[in-house]
């Protein structure tokens, strides 16, 4: 399709899933199950389709900068000024990057939709839980689709929604109710930073720029962007790094990053498709397309962006040393998900913006692709603790082969796909130039780190849980089973993605086109193209590759020696080191730390509000009440003495003088002529007087 | 009759309510059944308004204008502009929501209905007067129906609440009638040389004349008009009526008192205090944008502390007012008040949705204690859904009507007042923790033996709310229809408070 034509159809895209969320979401109840899943699936698979012919439309743009098709559906907000005006659209913008999104969004998606299918079979919330997850899926296109700052944040926070309604779903359990809660709150912290940076962008530019900026549009926000230079700057902060730090506030909250990510391990909650497709896949890294988006304000400020990289590598370290210790297969799962978007961060944070997105995607496939196994595993064990498992890989091979593949892509083992992506953006971070001098090479360390401990978790993983004997007891093993075709189908296709996704970025030593890195370089170009390739030689490129593979062997072979040549030894050593992993498996007990210094502090605060409110200044109205009671109490006194005491004796008075003229009305009408008479004859005599 | 039609507007519930009046007692189930015929013409006169208003005249339009006492020039003078037309709308919707949610009272039928008429009067004479006295009339006409409908047909401590209630308005309201008289006393119409109470003389700088010249006066005349209408608004510390009012108030009289009467306060500023007292306006802005975020913040954590749901939302209204008071304190742009006049009419919806819930769950429970709640979305799924959707507009979920005019408030303010609105900001996050909290403590969790035979929502309670949820998301995805009457009138009210000296 031409993208002229293509255009038209734009936003069919968001659409199709919000129509399937409204028509389920309202009806689901009395259509019947077959008309669920074929409304859900289907609006989810239009979507894929449409997003298909829109890359292949965006491609058939021969010139790489022309590849951006802006459709403008409606006018959202319109606010005349005496000069400018704010005027935001709803538009859509489909661009390499954009479209890049949808495809994972509506790909990836869509096959998480089919396997819900079967994962959800029997539970009688089907219809609920399918309008909430196309409430997502439009949500999230319209995060990835805006054209503009506002639109985006109405994305935003609509895949907060969804995650908060989907972490609850099943809501009978308190818990889960309250994980759904602390994901919103936690994200709602972050969104505060985000608005107060999208203000302070707005004015700042507004101003400076002539009010050139009223539509919030990024192709309007980056024409701009560069006046924020000459702002003032605010507390000794220029006004680009405080704007991208509030802006990169809101990503912590979104994407899971220190020291919002609290809420993520408790999103667990959720059904296991929910964890894959949002807490997985798509949502949580709206962050750093949001940053990708913005590049253009985030090179601004060098500073803002070494923050970034630093928060993403230590995110990653730091995540993944609790990884090791979780039991929870879902919370192996989470916490590795919130270490490798600190890799994203990390990589966008250096400026390889392409290769935090191929990240993205790459993580897309197989991170989606270990939840759903590990759903399949639930879904057979009935357990999510993995010490109840052991020994499924009999049982389970289509589950335990493509887990296998996406172990090896996390892992970072050639050519699966998380090998590419990694790599790159730790290549990427041992060449970058940031703030300060040498931290480059200290992030590249820590992030080498973290490769080597994910490695090992993930061993620890597949080892506990598909090698060894079964130890869920005899009843539970009698009822192990393969998952149906719903569910497997979908592991094969991810795991073949997983496999190969890899080749689309191919390293620059390898001398074969960047697929990725080409396509995005439009949207992220750099001074003098990705920063990261050509510059260097490829010894150093074939070297630094070398030792992250040689930390994901050792990782491996130090998990597989623990945990499967000498399964006595992590006791052992958790005994040893008894407190160490008391704190790391408590998670460094920040989430205590967090409702001690954030939680607790708020409520005690709304409760002292709503005494002060009620015992002073509630009581001083009471209190004015009861003194004007008391005043006017007195002043009855008085009113009896005195003034009721006038008016008495005034009436005693008229009663008197009542009782004297009482004569004068004696009954005659003729007394009553001659008195009519006189009165008139004394007005006539007044009258002639003045 | 398009000539006439803000007096039909205002004055055709008058008439059902001297119909339920004199109605012989055997037709009282006839009452019912007026009370609403007689709020269905106003609703589609409103919707005549709504269609003809012309979207880019600043100016005053449907215009009536007669003498009226010629000994003190007051005039009959009714219009509506781009400020009060959302309010109109707002009120007509809202009164005939109400007696629809009013159907199920059964004591003194006939008391209940006829004064709730005589509100709905007063209410859209307040919206539609353009002299000044005019305006006090209504203002005080609403005193009344109120004070009894709270007071007759409210909770246990409904006395105290209703006199409550009624002095502190009283309050407000002597505090207006000083400013109006000084105004009377310090203006002149050109024309005839006579004192004036019309807004549009008052209005003009070049009719102020003695005292109104004087800079105290001024002052004071603008602080007591500010502290009167802050105790309607209401602006903390002026609120504490408002708990008790709500708490005590029957549903729909909560709805109304939320969804209308509230905005009379933010109202009158706009109409007296910015026209008349630019200068004023200007120099107060700093004060009562402060005042609007104290509100916003203790409002909010305030709304948390509670314990009963409808104290809860009557606080959560506090919150929200702030921000109403915040978007209209900026003058360097017009984003803020826009938002402002916008939040006034989406928190008026949202509010009477609110508090339309409260009543569903209170007449089938009898209690509002919101911790004996929980797990009630078991048996009352679609009542879940509906305070779900209420409870997201009100914490200003964008998507749904209060996100835009929220955002529009705090984009507005930030321009002028950037500490503050940091500040206010952060009121999402609180917000967002006691409606999501209140949503689990009654909603979520395991099934309640106690709750189980509740009935789901009604079909009279649905019809009610649905209307206002369709609004809700309409709005948040297409404002337009509200910011287009309101633009032109505001860009012009902004550019009279800037342009004075």
Same mark, same amino acid.
Request: proline share 3%.
């Given at each position: 399709m031409d993208p002229t034509t293509f255009k038209d159809y734009l936003f069919l895209i968001p659409l199709l899933p919000f129509a399937g969320a409204a028509i389920n979401g309202i009806l689901g109840r009395r259509l019947g199950l077959r008309a669920v899943h074929l409304i859900a699936l289907g609006s989810v698979l239009?979507?894929?389709?449409?997003?298909?012919?829109?890359?292949?439309?965006?491609?058939?743009?021969?010139?790489?900068?022309?590849?951006? %098709?802006?459709?403008?559906?409606?006018? &959202?907000?319109?606010?005349?000024?005496?000069?400018?005006?704010?005027?935001?659209?709803?538009?859509?913008?489909?661009?390499?990057?954009?479209?890049?999104?949808?495809?994972?969004?509506?790909? %990836?998606?869509?096959?998480?939709?089919?396997?819900?299918?079967?994962?959800?079979?029997?539970?009688?919330?089907?219809?609920?839980?399918?309008?909430?997850?196309?409430?997502?899926?439009?949500?999230?296109?319209?995060?990835?689709l805006a054209d503009n700052l506002l639109l985006m944040f109405v994305g935003w926070e609509g895949v907060g929604l969804c995650s908060y309604l989907l972490i609850g779903f099943w809501f009978s359990e308190l818990d889960n109710a309250r994980a759904g809660m602390k994901a919103f709150i936690a994200n709602r912290v972050g969104d505060f930073g985000f608005f107060v940076g999208l203000m302070l962008l707005f004015w700042t530019l507004y101003v400076s720029s002539g009010q050139a900026v009223g539509s919030l549009s990024y192709g309007e926000l980056k024409g701009a962007a560069p006046l924020l230079l000459d702002a003032e700057p605010i507390l000794g902060l220029s006004v680009?790094?405080?704007?991208?730090?509030?802006?990169?506030?809101?990503?912590?909250?979104?994407?899971?990053?220190?020291?919002?990510?609290? &809420?993520?391990?408790?999103?667990?909650?959720?059904?296991?498709?929910?964890?894959?497709?949002?807490?997985?896949?798509?949502?949580?890294?709206?962050?750093?397309?949001?940053?990708?988006?913005?590049?253009?304000?985030?090179?601004?400020?060098?500073?803002?962006?070494? %923050?970034?990289?630093?928060?993403?590598?230590?995110?990653?370290?730091?995540?993944?040393?609790?990884?090791?210790?979780?039991?929870?297969?879902?919370? %192996?799962?989470? *916490?590795?998900?919130?270490?490798?978007?600190? *890799?994203?961060?990390?990589?966008?944070?250096?400026?390889?913006?392409?290769?935090?997105?191929?990240?993205?995607?790459?993580?897309?496939?197989?991170?989606?692709?270990?939840?759903?196994?590990?759903?399949?595993?639930?879904?057979?064990?009935?357990?999510?603790?993995?010490?109840?498992?052991?020994?499924?890989?009999?049982?389970?091979?289509?589950?335990?082969?493509?887990?296998?593949?996406?172990?090896?892509?996390?892992a970072g083992i050639p050519p699966f796909a998380g090998f590419f992506s990694?790599?790159?953006?730790?290549?990427?971070?041992?060449?970058?130039?940031?703030?300060?001098?040498?931290?480059?090479?200290?992030? &590249?360390?820590?992030?080498?780190?973290?490769?080597?401990?994910?490695?090992? *978790?993930?061993?620890?993983?597949?080892?506990?849980?598909?090698?060894?004997?079964?130890?869920?007891?005899?009843?539970?093993?009698?009822?192990?089973?393969?998952?149906?075709?719903?569910?497997?189908?979908?592991?094969?296709?991810?795991?073949?993605?997983?496999?190969?996704?890899?080749?689309?970025?191919?390293?620059?030593?390898?001398?074969?086109?960047?697929?990725?890195?080409?396509?995005?370089?439009?949207?992220?170009?750099?001074?003098?193209?990705?920063?990261?390739?050509?510059?260097?030689?490829?010894?150093?490129?074939?070297?630094?590759?070398?030792?992250?593979?040689?930390?994901?062997?050792?990782?491996? *072979?130090?998990?597989?020696?623990l945990y499967h040549k000498r399964p006595e030894l992590p006791g052992a050593l958790r005994e040893r080191f008894k407190n160490l992993h008391a704190v790391v498996y408590n998670k460094y007990y920040v989430d205590e730390a967090y409702d001690r210094l954030f939680v607790r502090p708020v409520i005690a605060i709304s409760r002292g509000t709503g005494r002060f409110d009620l015992g002073v200044i509630d009581w001083v109205v009471n209190a004015l009440a009861r003194a004007t009671e008391r005043i006017s109490a007195g002043i009855g006194w008085e009113d009896l003495k005195v003034v009721d005491g006038l008016v008495n004796a005034i009436a005693d008075a008229v009663k008197y003088w009542g009782y004297h003229t009482r004569r004068l009305t004696t009954g005659k009408v003729n007394h009553y002529l001659y008195s009519v008479v006189l009165g008139l004859f004394v007005l006539y005599l007044l009258v002639l007087i003045t | 009759m398009q000539s006439h039609i803000l007096s039909w507007i205002i004055f055709f519930p008058l008439i059902g309510a001297a119909i339920i009046c004199f109605l012989p007692k055997r037709l009282e189930s006839w009452m019912k059944p007026i009370a609403l015929a007689s709020t269905v013409p106003q609703l589609y006169w409103a919707y005549k308004l709504y269609v003809n208003f012309e979207r880019a005249n600043p100016s005053f339009q449907f215009v009536e204008h007669t003498s009226w006492i010629l000994r003190f020039n007051i005039d009959y003078y009714l219009g509506v502009d781009g400020v009060s037309m959302p309010m109109v709308l707002l009120t007509a919707l809202l009164s005939f929501i109400c007696i629809l949610a009013s159907w199920n009272i059964d004591k003194y039928i006939r008391g209940y209905f006829s004064l709730f008429l005589l509100l709905d009067t007063a209410m859209m004479g307040v919206f539609c007067a353009l002299d000044f006295f005019l305006f006090y009339i209504f203002w005080e006409l609403m005193l009344l129906p109120m004070y009894f409908l709270i007071g007759v047909w409210g909770g246990p401590k409904k006395e105290y609440a209703a006199i409550k209630f009624f002095l502190f308005t009283l309050v407000g309201s002597v505090f207006m009638l000083i400013a109006m008289l000084a105004f009377y006393f310090g203006s002149v119409e050109p024309a005839t040389g006579l004192h004036s109470f019309d807004f549009t003389i008052l209005a003009n700088q070049a009719a102020h004349i003695g005292i109104l010249k004087d800079p105290v006066v001024r002052w004071g005349c603008y602080l007591l008009l500010l502290i009167g209408f802050a105790i309607k608004i209401p602006l903390v510390p002026f609120h504490t009526w408002l708990p008790d009012a709500h708490v005590e108030a029957p549903t729909a009289i909560s709805v109304i008192l939320a969804g209308v009467l509230l905005k009379m306060g933010t109202y009158g500023l706009i109409r007296i205090s910015y026209p008349v007292l630019p200068d004023m306006a200007r120099a107060f802005a700093p004060v009562v944008a402060a005042f609007g975020l104290v509100s916003i913040i203790y409002g909010a954590f305030c709304a948390m502390a509670q314990k009963d749901l409808k104290k809860l939302i009557?606080?959560?209204?506090?919150?929200?007012?702030?921000?109403?008071?915040?978007?209209?304190?900026?003058?360097?742009?017009?984003?803020?008040?826009?938002?402002?006049?916008?939040?006034?009419?989406?928190?008026?919806?949202?509010?009477?949705?609110?508090?339309?819930?409260?009543?569903?769950?209170?007449?089938?429970a009898h209690t509002r204690d919101i911790d004996g709640f929980g797990g009630l979305a078991h048996n009352m799924p679609v009542f879940a859904g509906y305070t779900g959707l209420a409870f997201m507009a009100g914490l200003g979920l964008p998507g749904l009507s209060s996100f835009i005019s929220e955002a529009l408030c705090l984009i507005g303010a930030f321009q002028t007042y950037k500490v503050m609105t940091v500040l206010a900001t952060t009121s999402i996050i609180i917000t967002a923790g006691y409606f999501l909290w209140t949503m689990q403590r009654i909603f979520l969790g395991p099934m309640n033996e106690r709750w189980e035979d509740l009935p789901e929502i009604s079909l009279r309670e649905a019809a009610c709310l649905t209307p206002l949820a369709i609004i809700v998301v309409v709005l948040g995805f297409y404002p337009m229809p509200i910011l287009d009457m309101i633009g032109a009138t505001l860009r012009n009210t902004v550019h009279l408070v800037v342009a004075m000296r």
């Open positions: 239009g979507s894929f389709v449409l997003s298909v012919a829109g890359f292949l439309a965006l491609v058939s743009i021969k010139s790489p900068e022309a590849r951006r %098709v802006v459709s403008v559906l409606y006018q &959202w907000i319109l606010i005349a000024g005496q000069t400018g005006s704010f005027h935001i659209n709803v538009a859509f913008l489909l661009d390499p990057l954009s479209s890049v999104m949808c495809l994972v969004v509506t790909g %990836v998606g869509f096959f998480i939709h089919v396997y819900s299918v079967g994962y959800m079979h029997g539970d009688p919330g089907r219809a609920r839980y399918f309008a909430y997850l196309n409430l997502f899926t439009f949500s999230m296109l319209v995060l990835v680009p790094t405080i704007i991208c730090l509030a802006l990169f506030m809101g990503a912590t909250g979104k994407s899971a990053q220190i020291p919002l990510y609290v &809420w993520l391990p408790d999103a667990m909650a959720g059904p296991t498709p929910v964890s894959a497709l949002i807490h997985a896949a798509t949502m949580v890294t709206a962050g750093v397309f949001m940053i990708v988006r913005l590049n253009f304000l985030y090179l601004l400020s060098p500073v803002a962006l070494s %923050v970034v990289a630093t928060v993403g590598a230590l995110t990653a370290l730091y995540a993944a040393s609790i990884a090791i210790t979780q039991n929870d297969i879902k919370k %192996v799962l989470a *916490y590795s998900t919130i270490s490798q978007l600190g *890799y994203m961060f990390l990589g966008v944070g250096v400026s390889a913006f392409a290769a935090g997105i191929f990240h993205l995607v790459t993580h897309a496939f197989f991170k989606a692709l270990l939840f759903l196994g590990a759903g399949s595993l639930i879904h057979a064990a009935h357990t999510n603790d993995i010490r109840k498992m052991g020994g499924l890989r009999a049982h389970m091979p289509a589950t335990f082969f493509t887990f296998m593949v996406a172990f090896l892509a996390i990694k790599d790159e953006i730790l290549f990427s971070t041992f060449n970058a130039h940031l703030a300060a001098p040498g931290l480059g090479k200290l992030l &590249w360390l820590v992030g080498l780190m973290g490769a080597g401990l994910t490695a090992f *978790y993930m061993t620890r993983l597949v080892i506990v849980t598909f090698f060894g004997e079964f130890r869920g007891g005899e009843s539970a093993e009698e009822k192990l089973h393969e998952s149906p075709r719903t569910m497997t189908g979908p592991l094969v296709i991810l795991a073949v993605l997983s496999a190969v996704g890899g080749f689309i970025g191919l390293p620059a030593v390898t001398h074969l086109p960047n697929l990725i890195g080409g396509f995005l370089e439009p949207v992220v170009a750099l001074k003098g193209g990705a920063a990261s390739h050509g510059s260097h030689s490829a010894a150093l490129e074939l070297g630094l590759m070398a030792v992250s593979v040689a930390a994901a062997a050792a990782g491996i *072979y130090l998990g597989w020696y | 009557a606080y959560s209204s506090i919150s929200h007012m702030g921000f109403v008071v915040l978007g209209m304190s900026v003058f360097s742009n017009t984003i803020g008040i826009n938002g402002a006049i916008l939040q006034m009419f989406n928190h008026g919806i949202i509010t009477a949705m609110l508090f339309l819930l409260v009543g569903v769950i209170y007449d089938r």
